[in-house]
């Protein structure tokens, strides 16, 4: 059985990868940004239906990568209140 001191250090070490994955999630979203702004630009004057559905999945990309951040930053956290929890 893993000792208190190990169980602290394993979460610690789960919630700073946690911390790394966010900053992951952050690029993606500012790239999905890019290719949405990209994708606009390119729109303009344009009324065809696969640019509209590219800019549609584009925005719930983002919001999706939104709510894994927000679901990581959650984790993360109730992993450092358990280490309190431990002492």
Do not use: D, F
């Amino acid at each position: 059985m893993a000792s208190i001191e190990e169980i602290k250090a394993a979460l610690s070490q789960a919630a700073e990868q946690g911390n790394s994955t966010v900053q992951q999630i952050r690029a993606a979203a500012e790239s999905t940004e890019q290719m949405l702004s990209r994708l606009r630009a390119v729109a303009a004057g344009t009324g065809h239906p696969a640019i509209g559905e590219a800019i549609a999945r584009g925005e719930q990309s983002k919001q999706s990568l939104a709510e894994a951040m927000t679901l990581v930053q959650g984790s993360a956290e109730a992993a450092r209140r358990y280490i309190g929890v431990l002492g």
